[in-house]
């Protein structure tokens, strides 16, 4: 199977196109399987949407093997920050697949901001 | 009152060779797990390690062994190196029911190539009775080829005496470095 031709690469490339428009200071937007492989990217920035993936895909994995190992739920968010930017990756379902997100910015942007455009991009996936 | 002494050890090696079911055998606890549902039907398995495995086990005499499982695809490449950094030994797990099992060990000392030198380490290769080509003499040719000697075993990772098997003969190997 091509990733491109993924079932939910249509809602992905959906929201990776919604966040750069919704998101003041959003420089690369990237929408991964669980496993690591990337569905979508948008944006300005160069990045590697395939390591990227990956990357997050072991980020997010650590993530949820934390918040059982302290027993505080399901993780939603997980934030990378750093002297010149933010990586904020937020773990979504879709039509009961594991997704994850991932929206790069400058610092320009309130944390809370990208968060909240990250909840609606969850919403707007599975409304697609 | 003397210190615990706590090693660590990095299981390596191809998706499905068993690094996850290896620690989880060995492993005095429930190990720490990352695995998530595989989409990459050329597995043929349903869920997969993206992160690490981590699990313990309490060897006796002042001595522990922590167990550090990576994921097998070439794409956690990055993982392979944070995970390896300081660690005493390597386990190259190769699952010899695949197509090419030689080639799957060079991969992995292509990866860890830099790291050899002072790492010990052992191969262990899976599915043997079913698959017993390549032979176990044919990976340590392929390892002499490269200027490698290192023990070469059949395991069954399900196993818990054929784990602790490879993970002896990383201590083993370390205790001759001393």
Known sequence: MSYSEHHLARHARLVADALLTDVDGASAIVVATADGFHLAQSGPRSVDPARLAAIVSSLA?????????????????????????????????????????????????????????????????NAA | MNAMVSHKIVFTGTPG?????????????????????????SLGKERTTVGLD?????????????????????RFEFMWQIIATDALGLVILIDNSRPDPLADLATYLD?????????????GVGRTLEC????????????AARG???????????????????????????????
């Open chain 1, 61 to 125: 994995a650590l993530g949820d093997a934390a918040s059982r190992e302290t027993g505080i739920g399901t993780p939603r968010c997980l934030v990378v920050d750093c002297s010149d930017g933010r990586l904020v990756v937020r773990c979504v379902e879709v039509q009961g697949e594991a997704l994850i997100v991932v929206l790069l910015t400058d610092r320009s942007i309130l944390l809370g901001l990208a968060l909240n455009s990250l909840a609606k991009a969850e919403q707007l996936m």
């Open chain 2, 17 to 41: 060779a068993g690094k996850t079911t290896a620690i989880a055998a060995l492993s005095d606890k429930p190990p720490v797990l990352t695995d998530v549902r595989n989409t990459d039907a």
């Open chain 2, 54 to 74: 981590f699990g313990e086990v309490d060897l006796g005499d002042g001595q522990s062994v922590r167990l550090l499982g990576t994921p097998g695809q070439l």
């Open chain 2, 111 to 123: 990866a860890y190539e830099a790291l050899l030198p002072s790492m010990n380490c052992a191969v």
């Open chain 2, 132 to 143: 017993p080509l390549p032979t176990l003499d044919d990976f340590a040719d392929a390892l």
């Open chain 2, 148 to 178: 490698w000697v290192f023990p070469v075993l059949a395991v069954d990772v399900r196993e818990r005496d054929d784990v602790l098997m490879l993970v002896d003969t990383v201590l083993a190997q370390a205790e001759t470095r001393i």
